[in-house]
């Protein structure tokens, strides 16, 4: 079995994990590949995404070799067996437990980005992976979850060789595998693409999926409004006060769906965020080579989502049409589906729209939909794109407008700038120091969605 890409796995593990569903699971996700993977896992079964963040105690003289584990909450896995073979004084154990404690905690602070950890005390921890090669660093998550409370632990992984279920058997309540090939001999050979899965897409992801289940401590499953809505005293007792607290309910729950939208004639697929409250949604217009599912994008919006922003991601080319690069330039017909699409989310919620152009052609749709008679566009924002190309009518975009390019893409730069100096809106661009065209750089996208949900939030969430 080949998969395409981390994605890919995840949706057909997911399918593999349907029984759990009722269980109602919680999916940890080892870092970093294993996190894409948990993410379409938990996405299939609706339930809150954490990460597992273990650190393998290694033997000094022979670190390959584990002689233990820990894991967050002060939880500590010792082998007494290596331990005492491998003649390990305390002194040796305090030393590597610590500097691994350090790493363990940094990693922990920086994927959750200050969200608390999901209590798995009485709870089914479904353990994903993006494959297993010896086993230990799985075997080993499994012991910590274990040991932070779940009653049930199931580890899933896409792929493994076959003699990884009997060595993993003592250590997991089930274990689901997708593939096990005879000739294994390193995970990666079983994808398309296994690229290496960066910090910033596994913040993104678990803030989506944080922001998709309505809190930060998700899965809690209570929260204020309903604890309000059964209590005593006037607030809590009458028919009035019953509607009251039933629009309240109403009003906390956050939608995350994937949606179908009819534009131009083409039906184009989408996911649509709604933070609980959201007084403003974002589109996201995206071309070739910039997906809804591009992690970059997926780290944008999770920036929003978490700053009480909706968001709806979608693509303005089907995938035969990406086939074909003359239709990234299609201006027209980018900006014509984008406006139909703006019309099928006004119909579905009444708060300010605003566009967030990610790549070539589709940020300069973007500014053409806005530039439209009668268009109600709140706030634009343009990552590394090409303004020029929607000329002439950038004079008529009123929407306020950010213009967000690379420090080192100066061609574009050139442009961004010649397209801001013919525009009559509120106009700022941004250069990112260092940043390449796609900002691949470290932390150079996270400075793009900081200034995104800035704009957003001065120019766009003022007007609900």
Same mark, same amino acid.
């Given at each position: 079995?080949?998969?395409?890409?981390?994605?890919?796995?995840?949706?057909?593990?997911?399918?593999?994990?349907?029984?759990?569903?009722?269980?109602?699971?919680?999916?940890?996700?080892?870092?970093?590949?294993?996190?894409?993977?948990?993410?379409?896992?938990?996405?299939?079964?609706?339930?809150?995404?954490?990460?597992?963040?273990?650190?393998?105690?290694?033997?000094?003289?022979?670190?390959?070799?584990?002689?233990?584990?820990?894991?967050?909450?002060?939880?500590?896995?010792?082998?007494?067996?290596?331990?005492?073979?491998?003649?390990?004084?305390?002194?040796?154990?305090?030393?590597?437990?610590?500097?691994?404690?350090?790493?363990?905690?940094?990693?922990?602070?920086?994927?959750?980005?200050?969200?608390?950890?999901?209590?798995?005390?009485?709870?089914?921890?479904?353990?994903?992976?993006?494959?297993?090669?010896?086993?230990?660093?799985?075997?080993?998550?499994?012991?910590?979850?274990?040991?932070?409370?779940?009653?049930?632990?199931?580890?899933?992984?896409?792929?493994?060789?076959?003699?990884?279920?009997?060595?993993?058997?003592?250590?997991?309540?089930?274990?689901?595998?997708?593939?096990?090939?005879?000739?294994?001999?390193?995970?990666?050979?079983?994808?398309?693409?296994?690229?290496?899965?960066?910090?910033?897409?596994?913040?993104?992801?678990?803030?989506?999926?944080?922001?998709?289940?309505?809190?930060?401590?998700?899965?809690?499953?209570?929260?204020?409004?309903?604890?309000? @809505?059964?209590?005593? $005293?006037?607030? /809590?007792?009458?028919? &009035? +006060?019953? %509607? *009251? #607290?039933?629009?309240?309910? =109403?009003?906390?729950?956050?939608?995350?769906?994937?949606?179908?939208?009819?534009?131009?004639?083409?039906?184009?697929?989408?996911?649509?965020?709604?933070?609980?409250?959201?007084?403003?949604?974002?589109?996201?217009?995206?071309?070739?080579?910039?997906?809804?599912?591009?992690?970059?994008?997926?780290?944008?919006?999770?920036?929003?989502?978490?700053?009480?922003?909706?968001?709806?991601?979608?693509?303005?080319?089907?995938?035969?049409?990406?086939?074909?690069?003359?239709?990234?330039?299609?201006?027209?017909?980018?900006?014509?589906?984008?406006?139909?699409?703006?019309?099928?989310?006004?119909?579905?919620? @009444?708060?300010?729209? $605003?566009?967030? /152009?990610?790549?070539? &052609? +589709?940020? %300069? *749709? #973007?500014?053409?939909?806005? =530039?439209?008679?009668?268009?109600?566009?709140?706030?634009?924002?343009?990552?590394?794109?090409?303004?020029?190309?929607?000329?002439?009518?950038?004079?008529?975009?009123?929407?306020?407008?950010?213009?967000?390019?690379?420090?080192?893409?100066?061609?574009?730069?050139?442009?961004?700038?010649?397209?801001?100096?013919?525009?009559?809106?509120?106009?700022?661009?941004?250069?990112?120091?260092?940043?390449?065209?796609?900002?691949?750089?470290?932390?150079?996208?996270?400075?793009?969605?900081?200034?995104?949900?800035?704009?957003?939030?001065?120019?766009?969430?003022?007007?609900?």
């Amino acid at each position: 079995m080949l998969f395409t890409d981390r994605a890919d796995a995840g949706h057909r593990l997911a399918e593999a994990l349907q029984h759990l569903e009722g269980e109602d699971p919680v999916v940890l996700g080892l870092p970093r590949g294993g996190v894409p993977v948990a993410f379409q896992v938990a996405r299939a079964l609706k339930a809150p995404l954490d990460v597992i963040v273990v650190r393998k105690l290694g033997v000094p003289y022979q670190r390959e070799l584990g002689f233990g584990a820990i894991g967050e909450g002060g939880v500590r896995v010792i082998s007494d067996d290596i331990v005492r073979r491998g003649r390990l004084g305390q002194e040796d154990l305090a030393s590597v437990e610590h500097a691994e404690a350090a790493e363990l905690a940094r990693q922990a602070e920086r994927f959750r980005a200050g969200r608390p950890r999901l209590s798995l005390e009485g709870r089914t921890a479904i353990v994903v992976d993006d494959g297993i090669a010896t086993g230990a660093t799985a075997a080993a998550a499994c012991q910590v979850v274990r040991a932070q409370g779940a009653a049930r632990v199931v580890l899933a992984v896409p792929v493994a060789p076959p003699d990884a279920a009997e060595r993993l058997r003592t250590t997991t309540d089930e274990y689901v595998c997708l593939s096990t090939p005879f000739a294994f001999s390193a995970v990666g050979e079983w994808y398309r693409d296994f690229s290496q899965t960066p910090d910033d897409e596994v913040v993104a992801l678990l803030a989506e999926a944080a922001a998709r289940s309505g809190s930060g401590a998700a899965g809690s499953g209570s929260g204020k409004a309903g604890s309000e @809505a059964e209590g005593s $005293g006037p607030a /809590g007792s009458g028919p &009035g +006060a019953e %509607a *009251a #607290a039933d629009k309240d309910v =109403a009003e906390a729950v956050a939608i995350a769906e994937e949606v179908t939208i009819d534009a131009a004639g083409v039906r184009l697929t989408g996911d649509l965020s709604l933070p609980a409250g959201a007084r403003a949604v974002v589109m996201f217009a995206h071309g070739s080579g910039s997906s809804r599912h591009s992690p970059r994008n997926r780290l944008v919006a999770a920036a929003l989502n978490e700053a009480g922003l909706g968001t709806l991601l979608f693509d303005l080319l089907t995938p035969a049409e990406e086939a074909h690069r003359s239709n990234v330039f299609d201006i027209a017909t980018l900006a014509e589906r984008l406006t139909d699409a703006t019309g099928w989310l006004r119909d579905r919620t @009444a708060v300010p729209v $605003g566009y967030f /152009g990610a790549s070539t &052609g +589709a940020a %300069a *749709a #973007a500014l053409r939909a806005a =530039a439209a008679p009668g268009a109600q566009v709140g706030a634009v924002v343009s990552r590394g794109g090409r303004p020029d190309l929607a000329e002439p009518l950038l004079h008529a975009v009123r929407a306020p407008t950010l213009l967000i390019v690379g420090g080192n893409d100066t061609l574009v730069i050139d442009l961004n700038q010649q397209a801001e100096a013919a525009m009559r809106c509120a106009t700022r661009l941004d250069i990112i120091p260092g940043a390449t065209h796609l900002f691949e750089e470290h932390g150079a996208l996270q400075q793009v969605a900081d200034l995104a949900r800035d704009w957003f939030l001065s120019h766009l969430v003022k007007e609900a």
